[in-house]
């Protein structure tokens, strides 16, 4: 009879530990920069209120995992979705499932660190302030993650509610809301976008030369307005982000120009690319999500839970 480690969703957060979670997910990004994944094309169930997808993958060294997650639309919170699932780790040797834990958390860490190795890898050395456009959970989720790696430098919050962005800006030593995102971005080195929208909530007016912008969000729609698309040098985690249909790819990269060329992080991580190449340049990071970061993740919080003796054996 085998085993599986179950890690409810506070076990799961607990056991990412930001650097060795950085670490893995710099791993998975450059493995799916030299094509060494095996990942096949998303896949989803829809039912009248949201989707049901389903992301396996193999990361060599690191495991092989599978997230099944639901998107629907929050009724409490208009404008809002949820995503909620489970990640379940196989060995990667003879199959055996290995743990079962909370898709949620997972996703919203392992999204935050990719946020971060793209603002690592690509803004300015001299980029002073950040600032963070959104107060939901993958916002806070960012936050956090820069509180423990970055706690000194100074983060602006910005959000459609005051109240929710002062709440959010108060999860780092040096956060604090600003009057509304115009008011956050403009100035700002790094702008990580986390939001919910329907439409673009970042204008090409708004951005200093230089800028360095990660968007993680825009399940829906787009984050930014087409004059930043224009304008910036564009990065992604997969190909795909710009060459299949939301939600799989994203909406602002959707019917690219075909001298448009989209760069892998991977590829910057690796330095088989070089990334930004002039202090003026304005670099842009689009994140859709991919199955090798939540094998990062998964592999991350397995091990932490193993060395901590966390989380619930079950028999199967």
Known sequence: ??????????????????????????TALVAIGRDEVSAPPRIAAHAPGGLLGAMPGHVPGLGLAAK???????????????????????????GRPLALMDAEPLTEVRTAAAATLSARALARPDSATVAVVGTGAQARAQIALL??????????VAGRDPERAKSAAALHPTGRAAHGVEDAVRGAGTVFCCTGA????????????????????????????ADTIRDATLFTEWPGAATTRPPSGAHELQDLPPERSVTLLGRVLSGDHPGRRDDDELTLFKSTGHAALDVAAAHVAHAVARERDWGTRIAL
């Open 1 to 26: 009879m085998s085993e599986i480690l179950f890690l409810d969703g506070s076990r799961t957060r607990a056991a990412l530990d930001p650097h060795r979670l950085l670490d893995a997910v710099a």
């Open 68 to 94: 099944l997650v639901s998107v629907f639309a929050d009724p409490k919170q208009a404008g809002r979705s949820s995503h909620r699932g489970v990640v379940a780790l196989f060995d990667a040797a003879d």
């Open 147 to 156: 509180a423990v790696l970055d706690p000194g430098t100074p983060v602006l």
């Open 198 to 225: 329907e439409r673009p909530v970042i204008r090409r007016a708004w951005l200093a030369p230089g800028t360095h912008l990660s968007s993680v969000g825009g399940s829906h729609g787009p984050e930014l307005d």
